[in-house]
């Protein structure tokens, strides 16, 4: 064993002479680095993206709530004792929550909100749908949002300083309370500072509520308001189906009293922590979901009467629902770059093979002269990885210009195979060359070797196939999302090695079976072109038959048009998902959702909206989300909806939206019941069932389930019925929501849209298209295929460039038998014509085939925003270039190399290749 000896002239030598190829490998790994090393960075970044949207898009969701328990206020002589600071408690409950946060977790937080309700009380002037509570905020510096006040003044304490510590009597007078109203709820209630609200709890006593004066909100972008929005504007179905609620607010001076006007347990103390969106990354949200967790694990149990901290979040649902993105996000990405990865590596090994074919004499020559093979495979392996590493550097650096970083882990494969394919192959080819092995004269021994290299290709076949089927099954039997332990946070390059494989490994096996079919259908051809006189038509067929058993051309042909096509595939299939997502989450062009107070006017307002220009239908409907259903002795709460059956059908027929034939029973009743239809996500709302419509203040309405109503926006349970018969069952709709059809519908609604919100279809869609995840994915496929077709068509270049010596020898050896120039293109033409032809074909198919196999594991509905995976949209009109391409490319590349071999001389075509 010695050490290689490198004879540096020779590695100069090469390198020159072979510059064109060399640099071509280098700008393949390049530009293969660029992509697979700037992906990994931006998909981080996009995570962090993610994360700070799904935070914004929370509303409230994520809050982390404290509540803690009121010491009791029991006095000496057995009556309650009014404690004048107990809004300086409110202040240290809040700061006590915030200190059991600790320093990490609050820095991610917004200040923390204090607030103090109490119980819903009805309004007793002859309304049973209205409810009002008492509200006190207070914000981290003690003192609530500020206000203006347009009448009357703050509320003040219903005692004077000196009797401030008064006990009051169990079972006494009902306590005063003083409470400021906004303009908006005092136009509703029409009350006026002085007025007393008519108001009683549950068990009918009576709560005396005086209204101190009228304010408006300095700020109403303040996140304290967000907290009670019913004390800025009445709120409907806070208290359930059709009740409206309004909120009176306390100040420091006035909180006492409405500890004395409510039971012991009536007035809760509530501390609210938002996260800061602008704040949180990725890892962030990780070790703050975390810390939520334990906190939650370790909170104090509701059923125990003592003051300690018990808290309440749905921080980590939304973390893990943001998480599940991701992982999809990112493991489809990683499909996606596996399928470059495999394109790219097969062009490196058809580009050392064509760059093995060049050196053949140079390396034999060198071999003769006594370079061992270890020293040929040192200074070629110099060589390559000097190339490779050039190539990834230059990569990497335009990575990181373009990408918050740049990453390595995808880039090894592609250096390892441009660094060890042009080495194994020279040093292979070297000793072959040189080598004194003779054929066996014995035909047993021929068969024996002849079997031998047979079975070695069939065991590599079968390998792939099985990893193939492998990768299949298990990406349907687990998925796309990687498992992960409950609580720990899959990190979001996903992970699922095997199944993100299962696209490349299944065209890499339809490749293979392909390669199988293709030398026996030439074959074919050659036997029925013997039959035929014209020798133009032998030589073509022949020329096929000799080249069609090349594996490297057919497989980066293959590899490349099928996982392009997957790709186009797979962005058509989720922009589709995505407009499916925005009409079941709309409704139709447009959405009118009408606030409470002017819920009144909507039948006008859709009448309004209905004669506008350009208006095909306008429905008006109640939609409540809070509904109290009875199904099988449980309350389930679902989306009700009531509507004009018939009018909803018509809706339903003017758009993309499914069909429901469904609403025709809605006319008919069975049991004197009123018909409805259900629809579930878990099955607890069957067709068949017998429901119970649930109401405050008011019998329930019986209903029976008769059908599966169609989706009403991302509601997972919804129950549907007829507006008229409802009504004529006792409970009159109260429309708050107008569904708006036609070319002018966004712009009549906006031009309506007073005391209501508009949805618009068309901004829906474009702020689904335009998240981080969903806008990274789709540039990500279609990046991918334009390097997977770049790929292919050079892969085609050097697939030719590597045959064209032979071919032309051929030829040029043809013409001097009398074969014209342009009879010698057709015949080149059909040598390199009939693999394209067939990849331009079958590459599609194989890829759309892949597409329907793999996308419904995909999890493409967590992108999307549909509650089912998307249906498989073939992108023909993508698909269709994709097969002219390749055809059109062969078209280019026979004149050009005639074009460069035409001057060559008889005496060189005669002893070419003669040692």
């Given at each position: 064993m010695r050490p290689p000896v490198l004879h540096w002239p020779s590695i100069r030598g090469r390198a020159l002479a072979d510059a064109g190829p060399l640099l071509l490998v280098a700008a393949v790994v390049a530009v293969v680095t660029l992509l697979a090393g700037a992906v990994p960075p931006l998909l981080s970044a996009t995570a962090d993206d993610a994360v700070q949207d799904a935070f914004r898009r929370a509303n409230g969701d994520a809050d982390i709530a404290v509540h803690a328990r009121w010491e009791d206020d029991d006095g000496p002589n057995g009556g309650r004792v009014r404690h004048p600071r107990l809004a300086e408690d409110v202040d240290d409950f809040r700061d006590r929550a915030a200190e059991a946060l600790g320093p990490s977790l609050r820095a991610a937080l917004h200040p923390p909100v204090a607030t103090v309700t109490s119980a819903a009380l009805k309004i007793t002037d002859g309304s049973v749908l209205r409810t009002f509570q008492l509200t006190y905020l207070a914000n981290d510096h003690g003192r609530g949002p500020h206000v203006t006040w347009i009448a009357g003044g703050p509320p003040r304490a219903a005692v004077p300083a000196a009797d401030s510590h008064t006990e009051v009597p169990y079972g006494g007078p009902p306590w005063p309370v003083q409470v400021g109203l906004s303009e908006a709820d005092a136009d509703a209630l029409e009350l006026r500072p002085g007025a007393d609200i008519p108001l009683e709890d549950d068990q009918g006593r009576v709560t005396k509520v005086e209204v101190s004066g009228i304010f408006r909100a300095t700020d109403s972008a303040d996140p304290a308001w967000r907290l009670a929005p019913s004390l800025l504007h009445p709120v409907s179905g806070a208290d359930g189906v059709g009740t409206t609620r309004f909120a009176g607010l306390l100040s420091p001076d006035s909180l006492p009293d409405a500890r004395l006007a409510f039971d012991q347990d009536q007035l809760q103390r509530t501390t609210w922590f938002a996260p800061n969106p602008g704040v949180l990354t990725w890892d962030s949200a990780q070790a703050i979901a975390k810390t939520v967790v334990a906190l939650k694990a370790t909170s104090g149990s509701s059923g125990v009467l003592d003051s300690s901290l018990k808290w309440e979040t749905q921080l980590d649902a939304v973390l893990r629902d943001v998480r599940s993105q991701v992982s999809t996000a990112s493991t489809q990405a990683s499909a996606l770059l596996t399928g470059v990865l495999a394109a790219a590596i097969l062009v490196l090994l058809l580009a050392a093979d064509l760059l093995t074919r060049r050196r053949v004499p140079t390396l034999a020559a060198a071999r003769q002269r006594g370079a061992a093979l270890p020293d040929l495979g040192a200074e070629l392996l110099l060589e390559s990885a000097g190339v490779a590493l050039s190539g990834a550097a230059a990569g990497l650096a335009l990575a990181h210009a373009v990408a918050p970083g740049a990453s390595w882990g995808w880039v090894v494969p592609v250096v390892l195979a441009a660094a060890a394919a042009g080495p194994a192959f020279g040093t292979l080819a070297a000793a072959r060359a040189t080598r004194d092995r003779r054929v066996p004269a014995n035909r047993t021994a021929r068969r024996w070797a002849r079997r031998t290299g047979q079975l070695r290709r069939a065991t590599l076949e079968a390998a792939v196939l099985i990893a193939a089927v492998a990768a299949l099954v298990t990406l349907h039997q687990r998925g796309i999302l990687p498992a992960a332990p409950s609580g720990d946070a899959a990190g979001p390059d996903g992970g699922a090695a095997l199944p993100t494989s299962a696209p490349a490994l299944g065209v890499l096996a339809g490749t293979l079976v392909l390669l199988r079919l293709l030398p026996a259908g030439t074959r074919l051809a050659l036997k029925q072109a013997l039959r035929s006189r014209r020798p133009l038509a032998v030589f073509c067929t022949a020329r096929a038959a000799a080249t069609s058993a090349r594996v490297l051309p057919l497989l980066v042909l293959m590899t490349s048009v099928a996982l392009a096509s997957f790709a186009l595939t797979l962005d058509a299939t989720s922009r589709q998902g995505l407009a499916d997502g925005a009409w079941h989450t709309v409704g139709a062009d447009a959405r009118l959702d009408v606030s409470p107070a002017a819920a009144a006017s909507t039948p006008v307002l859709a009448r309004r909206i209905a004669a506008a220009s350009g208006v095909r239908q306008a429905v008006a409907a109640q939609v409540s989300d809070r509904a109290r259903v009875v199904a099988d002795s449980l309350i389930v709460t679902s989306r009700l909806v009531i509507v004009d059956a018939?009018?909803?059908?018509?809706?339903?027929?003017?758009?993309?939206?499914?069909?429901?034939?469904?609403?025709?029973?809605?006319?008919?009743?069975?049991?004197?019941?009123?018909?409805?239809?259900?629809?579930?996500?878990?099955?607890?709302?069957?067709?068949?069932?017998?429901?119970?419509?649930?109401?405050?203040?008011?019998?329930?309405?019986?209903?029976?389930?008769?059908?599966?109503?169609?989706?009403?926006?991302?509601?997972?349970?919804?129950?549907?019925?007829?507006?008229?018969?409802?009504?004529?069952?006792?409970?009159?709709?109260?429309?708050?929501?107008?569904?708006?059809?036609?070319?002018?519908?966004?712009?009549?609604?906006?031009?309506?849209?007073?005391?209501?919100?508009?949805?618009?279809?068309?901004?829906?869609?474009?702020?689904?298209?335009?998240?981080?995840?969903?806008?990274?994915?789709?540039?990500?496929?279609w990046a991918s295929a334009a390097t997977l077709l770049a790929l292919g068509l050079l892969g085609l270049a050097l697939g030719a460039a590597a045959s064209a010596p032979e071919r032309w020898q051929t030829l040029s050896r043809l013409r001097t038998l009398g074969l014209r120039p342009r009879d010698a293109r057709w015949v080149a033409a059909a040598e390199l014509l009939p693999p394209v032809a067939v990849v331009a074909v079958v590459g599609p198919l194989l890829g759309v085939l892949l597409a329907r196999l793999t996308l419904d594991s995909l999890a493409l509905r967590l992108l999307t925003g549909q509650v089912a995976d998307p249906a498989l949209v073939t992108p023909w009109w993508l698909l269709g270039p994709v097969t002219v391409v390749l055809p059109a490319a062969v078209a280019v590349v026979v004149p050009v190399e005639s074009a460069l071999r035409r001057r060559r001389r008889l005496s060189e075509v005669l002893r070419a290749g003669e040692a």
């Open positions: 018939s009018a909803f059908q018509r809706l339903l027929a003017s758009t993309p939206l499914p069909d429901a034939p469904a609403l025709t029973r809605l006319a008919a009743s069975g049991h004197g019941d009123v018909p409805a239809l259900v629809r579930s996500s878990d099955g607890g709302l069957r067709p068949g069932m017998r429901l119970e419509l649930l109401r405050d203040g008011a019998p329930a309405i019986q209903l029976t389930t008769v059908g599966t109503a169609p989706a009403v926006g991302d509601a997972g349970d919804v129950v549907l019925v007829d507006a008229a018969t409802v009504a004529a069952a006792g409970m009159p709709a109260v429309p708050n929501t107008v569904w708006v059809t036609g070319s002018g519908a966004a712009r009549a609604v906006t031009a309506n849209a007073v005391g209501a919100d508009t949805v618009l279809l068309t901004d829906v869609l474009r702020a689904r298209r335009t998240a981080p995840l969903t806008s990274g994915l789709l540039r990500l496929a």
